[in-house]
């Protein structure tokens, strides 16, 4: 089973990335299709994020004591600071590793 | 021997004749001293990538962990990052799996996760369109995040560079190379690395440092906190909804605001 929904979603996966230049779809695609489309990272990605850093272990909600937090809005600055990706995660782990030695 | 087979091909196509010597090709691209050769427009595309690699290498390793921590086979693992090649998806596949997500719920989740590849796929069509069918395979097959990143870039700076193709063939070979060794390491090497680290983190971290800089006007600001609130308020939902559900509610509440900022300003 596991098999057959990892090569479908290979194959859909693929077909996304092929899509716009397979010769089988418009040269354009309808406007607002590409307003939405424009949405998809930040949502999708946000929806990942956001549990990724609030929940911490047994799904409960931590806001307090809870390093990822502070963590995550220091690599956020960084990222709009800088846009790099490297920069981003060094700055996040920095900050998770020491913010419990200062107090966090 | 893929590279080379491209190559050689990519040769007989400039010109007519297929017993084309590379002395022959390499004079085509004398007439214009901008135009790179197919090689060097490669390794160009090798070395824009490397830098990215800083964080691919732990988020490979971060995978290759988690996907056997998550109950799947070290082969799966292993050749989900071969099958699928997604980082994203790959991480949300294997988290949905182990928590007994239905199999529809997974596919979808993760298909709403790969969306956003269609955004790259029309970015690229213009440059890519003309090639012939396997190229575009490949090239597709190749077009993640990381690649889309540092290609485009190459071909906006040189739209007219007939090989400009091999740049994203550089960049994409460099990143899957590194994606299914470090997956490989990490499957078979994972016990091995301290939960201290808490190197999962890296992964929202990758994240982060695509979505903040993307977030450019309110509509944008809009799909993000609504995507936030429903993932944080939906994680006692069955099946793991709150993802579709919060990444469709971004795009809707985005979409909306758009619109409605738009009709607004209009009048």
Not at chain 1, 50 to 67: E, Y
Request: net charge neutral; with cysteine.
């Amino acid at each position: 089973m596991i098999w057959i929904i990892m090569i479908v979603t290979g194959l859909l996966t693929f077909w996304m990335r092929f899509v716009m230049f397979s010769g089988l779809t418009p040269r354009t695609l309808p406007r607002s299709l590409e307003d939405a489309l424009d949405f998809v990272p930040i949502a999708v990605l946000t929806a990942i994020i956001v549990p990724a850093v609030v929940f911490t272990d047994g799904n409960t909600l931590a806001i307090a004591d809870n390093t990822r937090l502070p963590a995550a809005i220091i690599a956020t600055v960084v990222a709009l600071l800088t846009r790099s990706v490297v920069m981003t995660i060094i700055a996040g782990l920095m900050a998770l590793w020491t913010l419990p030695f200062i107090g966090f | 021997m893929m590279i080379d087979a491209i190559l050689d091909n990519h040769l007989t196509q400039d010109g007519s004749r297929t017993d084309m010597t590379i002395e022959n090709g390499q004079n085509i691209h004398d007439h214009n001293d901008h135009e790179t050769t197919a090689l060097q427009e490669f390794w160009r595309g090798v070395r824009d990538q490397s830098p990215l690699l800083v964080g691919v290498v732990p988020f490979g390793l971060v995978f290759g962990v988690l996907g056997v921590a998550s109950g799947l086979s070290p082969l799966q693992t292993i050749l989900m990052s071969s099958i699928v090649f997604g980082g994203a998806s790959q991480v949300l596949f294997a988290q949905l799996w182990a928590s007994g997500t239905p199999p529809v719920f997974v596919g979808g989740s993760v298909s709403i996760i790969n969306l956003r590849h269609v955004l790259y796929s029309a970015s690229v069509a213009s440059h890519l369109r003309h090639l012939p069918f396997y190229w575009r395979v490949v090239l597709a097959y190749l077009l993640t995040d990381e690649a889309y990143a540092v290609s485009i870039k190459r071909f906006m700076e040189r739209p007219d560079n007939p090989v400009k193709h091999f740049h994203l063939l550089g960049s994409g070979l460099l990143l899957w190379i590194c994606w299914q060794t470090t997956t490989a390491i990490g499957v078979f090497a994972g016990v091995t690395i301290p939960p201290t680290l808490s190197l999962d983190f890296i992964i929202p971290l990758t994240f982060i440092a695509i979505v903040a800089p993307a977030i450019r006007n309110t509509a944008h600001v809009m799909a993000c906190i609504t995507s936030a609130v429903i993932a944080i308020f939906g994680q006692a939902l069955p099946w793991n909804a709150w993802i579709l559900l919060a990444a469709g509610g971004g795009i809707a509440a985005g979409w909306a605001t758009l619109h409605f900022n738009g009709r607004r300003s209009r009048t």
